[in-house]
């Protein structure tokens, strides 16, 4: 712990040191290069503590009768890896990507306080500490999306975030409120002390979905994220929807599975069927999509939802005394968190390098992009493979995990879950083949064909940290879905410390298989496999190559019979998601299209226009925003009362106080 205070004392410093070196020219390389070693040095320290006894810390701050309590076990160390690992990566990045930054002033103050508040929350062992690390951690995020706040929308977005952000903040306050009860303590080791009456804890666990939700991006909480994320700079949004989301991840199993004791069977309930929703929703949201960062924006809420599916399986095996299956499932969990850290980061890495390049968003305007630019474009398909969860990368390593453990839950006692997690089940199938398309989709249109603007066309390839940061984070995600096992064991003292269970060592199964219940019942070699696929495209590389015709013939591409389209000719992102849009989106969104075509002899274009709605934002914000205003302008003639009037209600108001008091005692 005193290493870990002292990084993130560091991190605050580079923040109150970038006020001062802010106007010169070496102050980007300073901040983000110190950000980078900080990051890495927590990084190291929580690889080694895993395994470790836990290490705790007090500080008199905070309340004077509380101070502030923090704690590395387990789950912090685990929590704590992926976030400085995706801190190291962003900051990695920005050391490139930041000399393009057109206001830094307006970033570089604010991104080590961003990084040590997300570090402060996964270590805070109060709920003081916890809430002030977690309101810290969204003004501080606030701030980063509203640094470009001249461009269109910044504003809105960052308006919606802290709405939402101060929404999450009061849930959980009152969560940490009911958790303490009425004797007032609120360390963690005294809130695990103290039980809770059904209803009570029923309450406990609403408010903490609701809480750790919004910041995650559960539906329907999830109205900030695809406005905010693409609002922000590209490492920036790397770090919101790689990092922040499972610091809001981390907040709910470490009030579910933690601090709230015993787990009965139907705090399951709320984790699989949002998780469901929202995997199933936030996909078909990205398929609709043309923004490139909007589109990673909501693929970020697809997998948040997987997440929460695999967290409420391993609430549903807990408090039923199915150990062994529920470790499965939160080590699932935690897998696919660490994964979704890193091919989300490298997603947004590559956006961020094709909007350098280009200055575009809108993938119909993009296009040919894997000539000029054939690292980032190498990574970028490496990473949307990985998210794809297309084998042998780790997307797919961790589903597999996640559909392993819904193929135990026949053994569950309820009928409910019994008939519910098969439908999750087919929800998350139908996410997982959604994501695979939705995919296809944004390389194809952002990289392969012909480029459709001169933008495109011109776009160069990026300088060496963002290709070093981009490469590395693909790199990874091979890696682990090459060696699951070594990844799996890493996660083991975590999971023993909250559901009493573990899966089996997997380093000791021959040939780095892994076996997540039983060999006869299933296993997986992601080494095997990928040795397979590169044997395989090896050999018809070598056929091809040897056995082809060397002759090289030219010709135009079959026109349909309209000659001189060009680049109008070829499949755009919206073209492609069409038949989707039509099966799914007609009934989900309310979507339809409009053609205008111009009669003969008119010599403007056609034109097809689609119309999306939101029925999150149409039958939820909209008629809370609506209330909200009719209630304000009817407040709004307060102000012109005169004193005599504001004395007036001040005595009303004490006077019914007071005699609340009186009858209450």
Not at 5 to 29: F, M, Y
Not at 156 to 180: D, K
Not at 200 to 229: C, D, E, N, Q, R
Not at 561 to 585: D, E, I, K, M, N
């Amino acid at each position: 712990m005193p290493i870990v205070l002292a990084c993130i004392a560091g991190l605050l410093a580079v923040s109150a040191l970038s006020l001062i070196l802010v106007r010169h020219r070496a102050a980007t390389p300073i901040v983000y290069g110190a950000c980078l070693a900080l990051s890495l040095a927590l990084c190291a320290v929580s690889l080694l503590s895993i395994g470790q006894a836990p290490s705790a810390a007090v500080l008199p701050l905070g309340l004077p009768w509380l101070g502030a309590h923090f704690r590395l076990d387990p789950l912090a160390g685990a929590f704590l890896t992926i976030v400085n690992f995706g801190a190291a990566s962003a900051s990695l990045y920005a050391l490139g990507y930041g000399r393009h930054e057109a206001e830094p002033t307006r970033v570089l103050p604010f991104y080590p306080a961003f990084l040590a508040a997300m570090t402060l929350v996964v270590v805070a062992a109060d709920a003081y500490s916890f809430l002030f690390a977690w309101e810290l951690m969204s003004l501080a995020s606030w701030a980063l999306v509203m640094a470009r706040h001249r461009a269109a929308k910044t504003a809105y977005a960052g308006f919606v975030y802290l709405i939402m952000a101060s929404f999450g903040t009061f849930a959980l306050l009152f969560a940490f409120g009911l958790l303490a009860g009425a004797h007032g303590d609120y360390a963690f080791d005294a809130i695990r002390a103290h039980h809770l009456s059904p209803g009570l804890a029923g309450l406990a666990l609403t408010l903490a979905v609701i809480g750790a939700g919004s910041k995650a991006g559960l539906v329907p909480l999830h109205v900030w994220l695809p406005l905010a994320h693409p609002a922000a700079p590209s490492h920036v949004s790397a770090l919101m929807s790689g990092v922040m989301t499972k610091v809001a991840i981390y907040a709910f199993i470490r009030i579910a599975l933690d601090l709230m004791g015993d787990a009965r069977w139907w705090w399951s309930l709320p984790a699989l069927l949002l998780g469901g929703a929202t995997a199933a929703i936030g996909v078909l949201y990205a398929l609709m999509e043309t923004d490139l960062k909007r589109v990673l924006a909501y693929s970020t809420i697809e997998n948040v939802g997987i997440i929460f599916i695999a967290i409420g399986l391993a609430l549903a095996f807990k408090a039923n005394g199915m150990a062994g299956a529920a470790a499965l499932a939160l080590t699932a969990a935690l897998f696919h968190a660490l994964n979704h850290m890193l091919f989300k980061s490298a997603l947004f890495f590559g956006a961020g390098m094709v909007i350098v390049a280009t200055g575009e968003h809108d993938m119909e305007r993009l296009g040919g992009l894997v000539r000029r630019m054939p690292v980032s474009s190498a990574a970028f398909l490496a990473a949307s493979m990985a998210i794809s969860a297309l084998p042998p990368f780790n997307g797919f390593a961790s589903e597999w995990l996640i559909f392993q453990s819904i193929l135990v839950s026949p053994q569950l006692p309820q009928m409910g879950l019994k008939l519910l997690v098969p439908a999750v089940g087919v929800l998350l199938a139908l996410a997982a083949a959604f994501a695979a398309a939705c995919f296809v989709r944004a390389f194809g249109a952002t990289y392969l064909g012909r480029a459709r603007t001169a933008a495109a066309a011109q776009a160069v390839e990026a300088d060496r940290w963002t290709r070093a940061a981009i490469v590395i984070s693909a790199a990874l995600c091979l890696l682990a879905g090459i060696f699951p096992g070594i990844v799996i064991d890493w996660f083991q003292p975590a999971v023993t410390a909250l559901v009493a269970g573990h899966m089996l060592p997997q380093a000791s199964i021959p040939w780095l298989s892994i076996v997540p219940v039983s060999a006869s019942r299933s296993s997986y070699n992601g080494l095997l496999l990928f040795g397979f696929v590169a044997a395989s495209a090896s050999l018809a590389a070598v056929v091809v190559h040897r056995l082809a015709s060397r002759t090289v013939r030219r010709a135009p591409f079959w026109d349909c019979g309209y000659p001189g389209l060009g680049v109008v000719a070829q499949y755009s992102a919206t073209s492609l998601a069409q038949p989707v849009r039509r099966v799914f989106a007609t009934a989900t969104f309310a979507a339809h299209e409009q053609v205008e075509m111009p009669p003969p002899g008119d010599p403007r274009p056609a034109r097809l226009r689609r119309f999306l709605r939101d029925p999150v934002w149409d039958f939820v914000y909209a008629p809370i925003a609506s209330a909200v205003g009719a209630s304000a302008t009817l407040l709004n003639h307060i102000q012109f009362f005169t004193i005599r009037r504001y004395l007036s209600f001040v005595f009303i108001a004490l006077s019914a106080l007071l005699m609340v008091l009186a009858l209450w005692g």
